[in-house]
């Protein structure tokens, strides 16, 4: 996984070389996680994220499109709506772009860094902290669509995809994987030569 990381990376860099032209906006959005995999008894959870993106062009129809994006992920207790689990990550996908007029197909890694996690019980106004539970790293894919509403925004639609574990306790045995649907607005400052 670490080898895929760098060879996106590289990517970027090589892209960054050869870019056309490049674009600067952000991003914000809500989203629909929950853990996949072997977990059991949970719900999907509504959350948000927000973040800044850039947009490299290759050439009319292939940009590499690298986001730094926060997002509240987790999901609810199916056995008691009142309890959720939230967390917070830090997510960097480097996805590759593919544009046919104004809709546009996006793919590529996704690595997440935990930066906070809790356990809410809304019944008894209760929160506890359970970070050491989960490993700080998450790796997923993000695959979705774009459309392009004018030159300068638009709307997106993406389903990322946890390829690791996210759970870091040995008492659960299986792999409990990040899974989230987005929906996001989109939108680009003008650049000099626009």
């Given at each position: 996984m670490r080898k895929l990381f760098l060879a996106s990376f590289f990517f970027m860099g090589v892209s960054l070389a050869y870019a056309q032209e490049s674009k600067f906006g952000f991003i914000v959005g809500f989203n629909l996680s929950t853990i996949g995999g072997d977990s059991?008894?949970?719900?999907?959870?509504?959350?948000?994220?927000?973040?800044v993106m850039s947009l490299l062009a290759l050439n009319d129809?292939?940009?590499?499109?690298?986001?730094?994006?926060?997002?509240?992920?987790?999901?609810?207790?199916?056995?008691?709506?009142?309890i959720r689990f939230n967390y917070g990550y830090i997510n960097?996908?480097?996805?590759?772009?593919?544009?046919?007029?104004?809709?546009?197909?996006?793919?590529?890694?996704?690595?997440g860094v935990?930066?906070?996690?809790?356990?809410?019980?809304?019944?008894?106004?209760?929160?506890q902290t359970i970070i050491g539970q989960l490993n700080n790293l998450d790796v997923s894919i993000s695959l979705g669509f774009e459309y392009d509403i004018n030159i300068q925004m638009g709307v997106s639609t993406r389903l990322n995809l946890g390829l690791t574990?996210?759970?870091?306790?040995?008492?659960?045995?299986?792999?409990?994987?990040?899974?989230s649907l987005q929906l996001s607005y989109y939108y680009f400052f003008k650049s000099k030569s626009e």
């Open positions: 059991e008894g949970v719900r999907p959870k509504v959350g948000y994220q927000f973040g129809e292939f940009s590499i499109q690298p986001e730094l994006v926060f997002s509240n992920q987790g999901t609810h207790s199916k056995s008691d709506p009142k960097f996908p480097l996805l590759l772009r593919y544009q046919k007029k104004d809709l546009s197909f996006v793919i590529g890694p996704q690595l935990l930066i906070n996690t809790k356990i809410v019980n809304k019944l008894a106004n209760d929160k574990n996210a759970s870091a306790n040995s008492n659960f045995e299986g792999d409990f994987l990040n899974r």
